[in-house]
């Protein structure tokens, strides 16, 4: 186990080592400078969920709200901005539909399985990890992009630098999250349970807790909206696989899903999108992940 993470702390603090280095993680709601995603007609089998949505002419997709970078919008804005939903327009694109007509879900962690159960949203992408236990509930299919849990603290406090030195420590982190269960059984923090990170962000500028704690991706778009104030610390100490959710009752859209990750990882526009809200930070997309085969 502690090779396994030691190799992908590697690779992902390479990968995200750039992302501090400057301000504007992608958190404006202007959405005007992400790609343009051409809208397919292509013919699917009749009866399959793909058809089903195609003929809709409208999809469902559940992403964060409060995660610059990778999933954000205010109350004004028309559309989320982040890697998250340029995602989500790849795959309506596939499916015949225009940017217009995806109907945004807020989706906070612990909400992701239960909207794609019971039909609220007909997919999920949001910092969403594949996991064993998650596929015996929904589909996830994927993964589109690879990060691990770090830490975030205030940029005054020298006491944590690394998961060894969370013991003892408030450590705040979202309910149903990946992260909250790392810290908690792992590393004998104490835990503080939220429903969104932003409230972590607001509990850790309050010194109601003493850090937080999720994928590096998102800490690091905290930290650039107030590097006065947060940093991120210590190597990443997980390995999160972003995977797209899709309801139990459709297991086409598996590889439906990998088919269209597959071509935009090829024709670029998966590099466009990480370019266009993650890499703006400074980050490369550097090689697209190897995607799990569908069972
Ligand atoms: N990627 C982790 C998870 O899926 C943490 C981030 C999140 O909660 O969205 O649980």
């Known amino acids: 186990m502690k090779t396994r993470r030691t190799r992908w702390a590697a690779l992902v603090a390479a990968g ?5 280095a400057c301000g504007d ?25 793909m058809a089903e949505l195609q003929e809709a002419g409208s999809v469902k997709i559940g992403v964060k709200f409060d995660q610059p970078g990778i999933g954000f919008k205010t109350a004004t804005a028309d559309a989320p901005s982040g890697f998250d939903p340029e995602i989500g327009k ?26 794609l159960q019971n039909g609220t949203v007909d997919f999920v992408i949001a910092s969403y990890s594949i996991t ?22 205030r ?15 408030k450590v705040c982190s979202v309910t149903g999250s990946t992260s909250i269960k790392t810290v908690e ?15 972590c962000v607001r509990q850790l500028e309050n010194d109601s807790v003493d850090a937080v704690t999720t994928d590096a991706a998102i800490l690091l778009g905290y930290a650039a909206e107030n590097p006065d104030e947060l940093k991120v610390v210590g190597e990443p100490f997980s390995e999160e696989r972003y995977g797209i959710g899709y309801g139990p ?7 439906f899903i990998n088919e269209t990750l597959t071509e ?27 995607l799990d085969p569908c069972e």
């Open 25 to 49: 993680a992608g958190s404006d709601d202007d959405t005007g400078d992400t790609p343009e995603v051409e809208v397919e007609d292509r013919e699917f089998e009749a009866g399959t969920r």
């Open 249 to 255: 009752d459709h297991p086409e859209l598996c590889e």
């Open 155 to 169: 940029a005054d406090d020298d006491s944590i630098n690394g998961p060894d030195d969370l013991d003892g420590k």
């Open 132 to 153: 064993d236990d998650r596929r015996k509930v929904v589909g996830q299919a994927g993964p589109y992009y690879v990060t691990g849990q770090s830490l975030l603290v």
């Open 264 to 290: 935009a990882f090829e024709d670029g526009s998966w590099k466009a999108a990480f370019d266009a809200t993650l890499g703006k930070g400074g980050g490369e997309a550097g090689d697209p992940p190897a």
């Open 185 to 199: 059984e792992e590393y004998g923090a104490t835990p503080a349970g939220f429903d969104t990170y932003s409230e």
């Open 90 to 115: 790849i795959l309506a694109a596939k499916l015949g539909i225009e940017a217009d007509d995806i109907e945004w879900v807020e989706t906070v962690s612990a909400n992701r399985e239960p909207f």
């Open 16 to 20: 995200l080592l750039a992302l501090t």
